[in-house]
T-cell receptor, first 114, second 112 residues
Framework: ETGVTQTPRHLVMGMTNKKSLKCEQH?????MYWYKQSAKKPLELMFV???????ENNSVPSRFSPECPNSSHLFLHLHTLQPEDSALYLC?????????????FGPGTRLTVT | QQQVKQSPQSLIVQKGGISIINCAYE??????FPWYQQFPGKGPALLIA?????SEKKEGRFTISFNKSAKQFSLHIMDSQPGDSATYFC???????????FGKGTMLLVSP
Protein backbone atom coordinates (compact mmCIF):
# COMPACT_ATOMS: atom_id res chain seq x y z
CA GLU A 1 0.00 0.00 0.00
CA THR A 2 1.23 3.47 -0.80
CA GLY A 3 0.09 6.97 0.03
CA VAL A 4 -3.02 7.44 2.13
CA THR A 5 -5.64 4.71 2.33
CA GLN A 6 -9.14 4.90 3.76
CA THR A 7 -11.60 2.18 4.70
CA PRO A 8 -14.37 1.57 4.10
CA ARG A 9 -14.83 3.38 0.80
CA HIS A 10 -18.60 3.39 1.20
CA LEU A 11 -20.71 3.24 4.35
CA VAL A 12 -24.45 3.34 4.89
CA MET A 13 -25.58 3.65 8.48
CA GLY A 14 -28.73 4.36 10.39
CA MET A 15 -28.98 7.25 12.79
CA THR A 16 -28.66 4.98 15.82
CA ASN A 17 -25.64 3.00 14.61
CA LYS A 18 -22.05 3.29 15.70
CA LYS A 19 -19.34 2.94 13.09
CA SER A 20 -15.73 3.96 12.56
CA LEU A 21 -13.78 5.26 9.61
CA LYS A 22 -10.13 4.32 9.29
CA CYS A 23 -7.25 6.16 7.66
CA GLU A 24 -3.68 4.96 7.27
CA GLN A 25 -0.77 6.83 5.75
CA HIS A 26 2.38 5.14 4.45
CA UNK A 27 4.35 8.34 3.89
CA UNK A 28 6.12 8.73 7.22
CA UNK A 29 4.19 11.89 8.00
CA UNK A 30 3.44 13.24 11.45
CA UNK A 31 0.31 15.29 10.81
CA MET A 32 -3.11 13.91 9.89
CA TYR A 33 -6.38 15.63 9.07
CA TRP A 34 -10.08 14.82 8.74
CA TYR A 35 -12.13 16.81 6.22
CA LYS A 36 -15.83 16.73 5.32
CA GLN A 37 -16.66 17.28 1.66
CA SER A 38 -20.26 18.17 0.79
CA ALA A 39 -21.58 19.18 -2.60
CA LYS A 40 -21.13 22.85 -3.47
CA LYS A 41 -19.31 23.58 -0.23
CA PRO A 42 -15.63 24.10 0.54
CA LEU A 43 -13.79 21.22 2.09
CA GLU A 44 -14.45 21.59 5.80
CA LEU A 45 -11.53 20.88 8.10
CA MET A 46 -12.76 18.87 11.06
CA PHE A 47 -9.76 17.74 13.10
CA VAL A 48 -5.99 18.06 13.00
CA UNK A 49 -3.44 15.86 14.72
CA UNK A 50 0.28 16.55 14.93
CA UNK A 51 2.53 13.88 16.43
CA UNK A 52 -0.60 12.10 17.76
CA UNK A 53 -1.81 15.19 19.60
CA UNK A 54 -5.02 16.90 18.56
CA UNK A 55 -4.19 20.47 17.64
CA GLU A 56 -7.43 21.59 16.06
CA ASN A 57 -11.14 20.85 16.43
CA ASN A 58 -13.25 23.10 14.27
CA SER A 59 -16.41 23.10 16.38
CA VAL A 60 -17.29 19.60 15.25
CA PRO A 61 -20.36 18.03 16.93
CA SER A 62 -19.54 15.47 19.59
CA ARG A 63 -21.20 12.71 17.54
CA PHE A 64 -17.87 12.71 15.64
CA SER A 65 -15.01 11.45 17.79
CA PRO A 66 -11.47 11.25 16.38
CA GLU A 67 -8.69 8.97 17.55
CA CYS A 68 -5.04 8.99 16.58
CA PRO A 69 -3.20 6.07 18.21
CA ASN A 70 0.02 6.76 16.29
CA SER A 71 1.27 9.00 13.50
CA SER A 72 0.26 6.49 10.81
CA HIS A 73 -3.34 5.83 11.80
CA LEU A 74 -6.36 8.03 12.25
CA PHE A 75 -9.90 7.01 13.09
CA LEU A 76 -13.21 8.83 13.07
CA HIS A 77 -15.79 7.24 15.36
CA LEU A 78 -19.37 7.97 14.43
CA HIS A 79 -22.48 7.67 16.58
CA THR A 80 -26.03 8.99 16.50
CA LEU A 81 -25.46 10.75 13.18
CA GLN A 82 -27.94 12.93 11.35
CA PRO A 83 -28.91 12.76 7.66
CA GLU A 84 -27.05 16.05 7.07
CA ASP A 85 -23.84 14.26 8.04
CA SER A 86 -24.00 12.35 4.76
CA ALA A 87 -20.89 13.41 2.84
CA LEU A 88 -17.49 12.32 1.61
CA TYR A 89 -15.04 12.15 4.51
CA LEU A 90 -11.46 12.71 3.47
CA CYS A 91 -8.31 11.97 5.39
CA UNK A 92 -5.04 13.74 4.62
CA UNK A 93 -1.51 13.77 5.92
CA UNK A 94 1.52 16.06 5.78
CA UNK A 95 5.02 15.97 7.25
CA UNK A 96 3.96 18.30 10.07
CA UNK A 97 1.55 21.14 10.81
CA UNK A 98 4.45 23.47 11.55
CA UNK A 99 5.53 24.88 8.22
CA UNK A 100 3.92 24.84 4.83
CA UNK A 101 3.64 21.38 3.39
CA UNK A 102 1.64 19.66 0.71
CA UNK A 103 -1.24 17.63 2.08
CA UNK A 104 -1.74 14.16 0.65
CA PHE A 105 -5.33 13.00 0.54
CA GLY A 106 -6.88 9.58 0.66
CA PRO A 107 -9.75 8.61 -1.68
CA GLY A 108 -12.36 9.24 0.99
CA THR A 109 -15.25 7.35 2.57
CA ARG A 110 -18.67 8.06 1.10
CA LEU A 111 -21.02 8.11 4.09
CA THR A 112 -24.79 7.92 3.79
CA VAL A 113 -26.89 8.32 6.92
CA THR A 114 -30.42 6.95 6.60
CA GLN B 1 -17.54 33.55 6.79
CA GLN B 2 -15.99 32.12 3.66
CA GLN B 3 -12.35 33.15 3.61
CA VAL B 4 -11.54 31.95 0.09
CA LYS B 5 -14.06 32.72 -2.64
CA GLN B 6 -13.80 30.72 -5.86
CA SER B 7 -15.47 31.24 -9.21
CA PRO B 8 -16.94 30.03 -11.44
CA GLN B 9 -18.74 27.08 -9.87
CA SER B 10 -18.60 25.20 -13.17
CA LEU B 11 -16.86 25.72 -16.48
CA ILE B 12 -17.09 24.16 -19.92
CA VAL B 13 -14.17 24.68 -22.27
CA GLN B 14 -13.48 23.27 -25.71
CA LYS B 15 -10.43 21.13 -26.24
CA GLY B 16 -7.44 23.33 -26.89
CA GLY B 17 -8.99 26.34 -25.18
CA ILE B 18 -7.88 28.18 -22.04
CA SER B 19 -9.57 27.43 -18.72
CA ILE B 20 -9.47 30.19 -16.12
CA ILE B 21 -10.53 29.81 -12.50
CA ASN B 22 -10.39 32.69 -10.04
CA CYS B 23 -10.03 32.92 -6.29
CA ALA B 24 -10.06 35.79 -3.82
CA TYR B 25 -9.08 35.76 -0.18
CA GLU B 26 -9.59 38.03 2.79
CA UNK B 27 -7.04 36.96 5.37
CA UNK B 28 -3.80 38.89 4.87
CA UNK B 29 -1.97 36.29 6.95
CA UNK B 30 -2.27 33.79 4.11
CA UNK B 31 1.02 33.29 2.32
CA UNK B 32 0.75 29.93 0.57
CA PHE B 33 -1.76 29.37 -2.21
CA PRO B 34 -2.07 25.86 -3.67
CA TRP B 35 -4.44 24.49 -6.25
CA TYR B 36 -5.75 20.96 -5.88
CA GLN B 37 -7.24 18.77 -8.60
CA GLN B 38 -9.82 16.12 -7.82
CA PHE B 39 -11.05 13.38 -10.14
CA PRO B 40 -14.24 11.44 -9.38
CA GLY B 41 -13.66 8.74 -6.78
CA LYS B 42 -10.30 10.19 -5.79
CA GLY B 43 -9.07 12.56 -3.14
CA PRO B 44 -7.72 15.98 -4.08
CA ALA B 45 -4.10 16.09 -5.25
CA LEU B 46 -1.77 19.08 -5.33
CA LEU B 47 -1.49 20.53 -8.83
CA ILE B 48 0.56 23.70 -8.39
CA ALA B 49 1.21 26.24 -5.64
CA UNK B 50 2.51 29.79 -5.30
CA UNK B 51 3.78 32.14 -2.61
CA UNK B 52 3.21 35.93 -2.63
CA UNK B 53 6.83 36.77 -3.44
CA UNK B 54 6.19 35.96 -7.12
CA SER B 55 3.36 37.09 -9.38
CA GLU B 56 3.28 34.05 -11.61
CA LYS B 57 4.27 30.40 -11.56
CA LYS B 58 4.12 28.06 -14.51
CA GLU B 59 4.32 24.28 -14.62
CA GLY B 60 3.67 22.84 -18.02
CA ARG B 61 0.21 23.89 -19.19
CA PHE B 62 -0.77 25.14 -15.71
CA THR B 63 -0.07 28.71 -14.56
CA ILE B 64 -0.95 30.52 -11.36
CA SER B 65 -1.24 34.29 -11.52
CA PHE B 66 -1.11 36.13 -8.20
CA ASN B 67 -2.15 39.71 -7.39
CA LYS B 68 -1.19 40.49 -3.81
CA SER B 69 -2.69 43.98 -3.68
CA ALA B 70 -6.04 42.72 -4.93
CA LYS B 71 -5.82 39.57 -2.82
CA GLN B 72 -6.65 37.46 -5.83
CA PHE B 73 -5.09 34.50 -7.59
CA SER B 74 -6.10 32.47 -10.59
CA LEU B 75 -5.37 29.21 -12.34
CA HIS B 76 -4.93 29.15 -16.09
CA ILE B 77 -4.95 25.85 -17.97
CA MET B 78 -3.56 26.30 -21.47
CA ASP B 79 -4.45 23.95 -24.32
CA SER B 80 -7.12 22.31 -22.14
CA GLN B 81 -7.56 18.59 -22.71
CA PRO B 82 -10.45 16.21 -21.93
CA GLY B 83 -8.19 14.58 -19.34
CA ASP B 84 -8.19 17.88 -17.44
CA SER B 85 -11.90 17.43 -16.71
CA ALA B 86 -12.00 17.43 -12.91
CA THR B 87 -12.90 19.60 -9.94
CA TYR B 88 -10.34 22.24 -9.04
CA PHE B 89 -9.99 23.75 -5.57
CA CYS B 90 -7.99 26.78 -4.62
CA UNK B 91 -6.74 26.98 -1.06
CA UNK B 92 -4.69 29.16 1.25
CA UNK B 93 -2.73 28.74 4.44
CA UNK B 94 -1.05 31.17 6.82
CA UNK B 95 2.65 31.55 7.28
CA UNK B 96 4.33 28.63 9.01
CA UNK B 97 1.22 26.51 9.33
CA UNK B 98 -0.08 23.84 7.01
CA UNK B 99 -3.81 24.08 7.76
CA UNK B 100 -5.60 24.91 4.50
CA UNK B 101 -8.73 26.95 3.87
CA PHE B 102 -10.39 25.79 0.65
CA GLY B 103 -12.62 27.43 -1.91
CA LYS B 104 -15.88 25.75 -2.96
CA GLY B 105 -14.39 24.19 -6.06
CA THR B 106 -14.88 24.54 -9.81
CA MET B 107 -16.08 21.62 -11.89
CA LEU B 108 -14.27 21.80 -15.24
CA LEU B 109 -15.47 19.93 -18.29
CA VAL B 110 -13.30 19.99 -21.38
CA SER B 111 -15.32 18.95 -24.40
CA PRO B 112 -13.57 16.95 -27.15
Amino acid sequence: ETGVTQTPRHLVMGMTNKKSLKCEQHLGHNAMYWYKQSAKKPLELMFVYNFKEQTENNSVPSRFSPECPNSSHLFLHLHTLQPEDSALYLCASSPSTSGTYEQYFGPGTRLTVT
Amino acid sequence: QQQVKQSPQSLIVQKGGISIINCAYENTAFDYFPWYQQFPGKGPALLIAIRPDVSEKKEGRFTISFNKSAKQFSLHIMDSQPGDSATYFCAASPSGYSTLTFGKGTMLLVSP
